[in-house]
């Protein structure tokens, strides 16, 4: 069972800065939280990750509140490229392993 | 990030026919290699845990005898989807990681393999 819950689509327009909220309310003390990214017959692409406050990079900003049981995606100003599924992962502690179980993603599509 | 290739990128079988689908992590030594199954329009489903030198470890519902996994180094891991049938047509693909997730390493994954079962 996937541990993150996502909206299943958002529609943005171009040059529009988008939020995509994951909640995960079971995240472990261990776990990480990790975005990617999916085009169409593509393998995921890692976007951004983060434990706790604020993480930024060139592509996206996270955002996690202290309790961990939420994260935001924030892409600045999106463009047409842009328009593809993103997923909200929680690294996922388990016997004789671990592993990262994937929800259903959030397909975004950025209109011109 | 780290490069990791899949071949083939497609591939087209009869049913009743094995195929083989290979994984490499062309940048480092990839202890972990894991192997998902996506049909179109649904999220990426894990189908195993590849582990370099020992068995996998499948998902419950992922037949063993039928996705054979094989991690024979620590820079390649193969499926091979025994006797396909079409209802196995699908997307799969790999990713490889250094370490364990909660040391906040990303999984790096393939390019992905479509697989067409006649």
């Known amino acids: 069972l996937a541990k993150t819950t996502q909206p299943i689509s958002m529609d943005s327009y171009e040059g529009q800065e988008v939020n995509i909220t994951c909640s995960h309310n079971n995240i472990a003390t261990n776990d990480y939280i990790t975005w990617y990214q999916q085009f169409p017959s593509q393998g995921p692409r890692f976007i951004i990750q983060g434990y706790k406050t604020k993480v930024t990079n060139e592509v996206a900003s996270l955002f996690i509140p202290a309790d961990r049981k939420s994260s935001t995606l924030s892409l600045p100003r999106v463009s047409l490229s842009d328009t593809a599924v993103y997923y909200c992962l929680v690294g996922d502690l388990n016997t004789g392993g671990f592993k990262t179980i994937f929800g259903a993603g959030t397909r975004l599509f950025v209109k011109a | 990030g780290a490069v990791v290739s899949q071949h083939p990128s497609r591939v087209i079988c009869k049913s009743g026919t094995s195929v083989k689908i290979e994984c490499r992590s062309l940048?480092?030594?990839?202890?972990?290699m894991f192997w998902y199954r996506q049909f179109p329009k649904k999220s990426l489903m894990l189908m195993a845990t590849s582990n370099e030198g020992s068995k996998a470890t499948y998902e419950q519902g992922v037949e063993k005898d039928k996705f054979l996994i094989n991690h024979a180094s620590l820079t390649l891991s193969t499926l091979t989807v025994t006797s396909a049938h079409p209802e196995d047509s699908s997307f799969y693909i790999c990713?490889?990681?250094?370490?364990?997730?909660?040391?906040?390493?990303?999984?790096?994954f393939g390019p992905g393999t479509r697989l067409t079962v006649l």
């Open positions: 940048d480092f030594q990839a202890t972990t």
């Open positions: 990713s490889v990681t250094r370490g364990l997730i909660v040391q906040g390493n990303e999984q790096f």
